[in-house]
């Protein structure tokens, strides 16, 4: 899992215009915040 530091960090190593660490961090932030609605809701 990526912590959010290591996402600007990431990024600066890719190519240009990429994209790729960022869309892993908000496909990774979108899964997160699903499990944690599930759980609150009881799942």
Partial sequence: MLAASEVGRLEQQEPPAR?????????????????EVLVQHGG
Avoid: L, Y
Avoid at 29 to 35: G, K, P, V
């Fill in 19 to 35: 994209g790729i660490v960022r869309a892993m961090w908000a496909a990774q932030a979108t899964a997160s915040e699903t499990d």
